[in-house]
């Protein structure tokens, strides 16, 4: 086995088990590969042992490997890509035509922008909205106060499948200190859903936990983990 299978093997095992550490379905919780800064390559082995679903922060970076991994020689399962990364107005485009899905909407305008330009021959693009739990300034990510109105106008962009909420929180000490802002999110989460707003009908996904704390947030009652690290180990350059 390469070291990417045995990784992906070994990352399955840790979520199952967190899965049923948290009282949950072992099952329960999907995989997103985060291939940022690893080539094509790196995406077809972990394709190979079953993963379907990849995250990518540099949205240049991705539009390339998705066409090399095209047009490379190989049995090719339907590969799901999302889009995880900052989104500035010129990169809307390519996201609306190269991705499935988005996690990291936190403006109005971002998410006007993916509905316009979405191609007419492409299913919806499912969006996540990025909320900051702990407040940091420098980070991007809608202030939980303002994600009920965001969600509200993003469920209604026709181009647009409202799926749930994406964060990343500042890195917190302990497990109950990392349980605890995922638990913001996730309580933000269960009120947006329960808002009645029109549009939700598929608001069913909460982005949560990385490498470092996805026991935390499986606790916390995630549905997506996104693992970079602890699938294609570290990485050259920093993201
Ligand atoms: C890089 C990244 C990840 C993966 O982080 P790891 O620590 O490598 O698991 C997840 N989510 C986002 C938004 C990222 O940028």
């Given amino acids: 086995m390469t070291t990417i299978a045995i990784n992906l093997h070994q990352i399955r095992t840790r979520l199952q088990q967190a899965c049923v550490d948290a009282g949950r379905a072992p099952d329960s919780v999907a995989l997103l590969a985060v291939s940022k800064t690893f080539g094509p390559d790196a995406v077809r082995e972990a394709a190979l042992q079953g993963q379907r679903d990849f995250g990518e922060n540099y949205i240049q970076e991705a539009v390339e490997k998705i066409a090399i ?28 035509e190269h991705f499935d899905w988005a996690h990291s909407v936190d403006r109005l305008k971002i998410a006007q922008r993916l509905s316009d330009q979405r191609p007419d021959g492409m299913a919806p693009l499912q969006v996540c909205l990025q909320v900051n739990p702990d407040g940091g300034t420098t ?26 909420l994406m964060a990343i929180p500042d890195e917190a000490g302990d497990f109950a200190a990392q349980c605890a802002v995922h638990r913001r999110v996730r309580q933000l989460f269960d009120s947006i859903a329960a808002s009645g707003a029109p549009g939700l009908a598929a608001f069913d996904t909460l982005s949560l936990g990385m490498t470092g704390d996805l026991e935390a947030a499986v606790q916390a009652g995630s549905t997506m983990v996104r693992v970079g690290r602890g699938i294609f180990g570290g990485r050259a350059r920093a993201a």
Avoid at 69 to 85: K, N, S, T, V
Wanted: net charge positive; aromatic share 4%.
């Fill in 69 to 96: 991994l095209r047009e490379m020689d190989w049995e090719q399962p339907a590969l799901a890509w999302h889009c995880i990364g900052p989104i500035q107005s010129n990169k809307t485009r390519l996201v609306a």
């Fill in 139 to 164: 980070k991007s990510g809608v202030p939980l106060e303002e994600a009920l109105a965001l969600a509200r106008a993003v469920a209604l962009l026709p181009k647009l499948q409202l799926r749930g």
